[in-house]
């Protein structure tokens, strides 16, 4: 029986790297976005095309699961996440709600409708974290406060879950080559200078000399999920950021 993995924010980066990985693991693949991308959705089994920040669509997610006769869940990676880049006081209440109901409320939800599921095979939960809720930006409060958030709740869900055999842990990607790092270079850009000439220089900014790439997150993402692998682990939260905490950001290099 092949194993199977629901993967959220699945036509992003590093969501469609990671489905393209457990794919090419023989896995069976299932992956929601709000949003279909024909180029990045070749390696799923099942599409869902769903917003997860609407709980009523994690539940029409969990009912396609059903439908399709999938009965156990060994994998569920929370990939899905969003960014508003505003100030404090111009982020509106409505901005705040749908960050957070994005970034965790969705995982909130999809941990309890995956429980059942994973309870049957002693599956494993990976989050997709984010250094900003270590060290930060300007003008993305929200999403720094929601990322904040998922490494506790990734800790408590780890421990409830734990005596079910479900392991819960974090992956925490510093810059990594996305389109929402480029986006964010972009809103800093002087007009003056290529996206690529700022993204090599934020690379060499890092004691590692680069920027990581998405290959690299689903490995480790894959790994955390891989029981035959990772089945000492859970609760915790793994860094990934080519060095870039490690160094006072006093230090010139």
């Not at 539940?59 to 990939?79: A, E, P, R």
């Not at 599956?123 to 490494?151: D, F, P």
Request: contains cysteine; aromatic residues 8%; hydrophobic residues 40%.
């Amino acid at each position: 029986m092949l194993k199977t993995v629901l993967i959220t924010g699945a036509c992003g980066d590093i969501g469609s790297a990671t489905a393209s990985l457990f794919k090419s693991e023989g896995w069976f693949v299932i992956g929601v976005d709000k949003t279909k991308r024909e180029d990045k959705c070749r390696h799923h089994d099942i599409f869902i095309e769903s917003d997860i920040s609407e709980t009523r669509n994690i539940d029409s997610i969990f009912s396609v699961v059903s439908d399709n006769k999938i009965m156990q869940l060994d994998g569920l990676v929370n990939c899905a996440a969003i960014q508003v880049a505003k100030s404090i006081i111009d982020t509106t209440e409505e901005d705040w709600d749908y960050v957070f109901n994005s970034n965790i409320k969705s995982v909130f939800n999809a941990a309890k409708k995956a429980y059942p599921l994973m309870k049957q095979c002693k599956g494993a939960i990976v989050n997709i974290g984010s250094v900003h809720s270590y060290a930060t930006s300007r003008n993305i409060s929200a999403y720094a406060a929601s990322k904040g958030a998922l490494l506790a709740y990734t800790r408590s869900l780890a421990l409830e879950f734990v005596d079910d055999g479900i392991r819960v842990n974090c992956v925490v990607p510093g810059a990594v080559n996305t389109n929402m790092l480029t986006e964010g270079l972009e809103r800093g850009n002087d007009g003056f200078t290529t996206t690529k000439v700022m993204l090599d220089n934020l690379g060499l900014r890092h004691p590692i000399k680069r920027v990581g790439e998405p290959s690299e997150i689903a490995s480790l993402i894959h790994f955390l999920i891989d029981s035959t692998k990772s089945a000492f682990i859970t609760g915790q939260s793994f860094i990934i950021d080519g060095g870039a905490l490690a160094q006072l950001s006093t230090e010139v290099y």
